[in-house]
């Protein structure tokens, strides 16, 4: 993952079934931020892993 500097940081993941649904929590190395998104349990953990790094650098970014 890389923010507005460029330099690559390092990202956490959490991955938790909860009934029907696959939450998965990034976290950031460096700063400790983290976002969590949800999905259905049928979805590939990859893609939700890709969705939380997008949201992570949104976050990561917007301030």
């Known amino acids: 993952?890389?923010?507005r500097s460029?330099?690559?940081r390092e990202v956490y993941f959490e991955l938790r079934q909860i009934g029907s649904y696959l939450?998965?929590?990034a976290i950031d190395g460096k700063t400790g931020i983290e976002v969590t998104v949800a999905g259905p349990?049928?979805?590939n953990p990859e893609?939700?892993?890709r969705v939380a790094v997008q949201k992570l650098e949104y976050v990561l970014n917007k301030g």
């Open 23 to 25: 939450r998965c929590t």
């Open 41 to 43: 349990v049928s979805r």
């Open 47 to 49: 893609q939700l892993k």
């Open 6 to 8: 460029n330099a690559p």
């Open 1 to 3: 993952m890389t923010t």
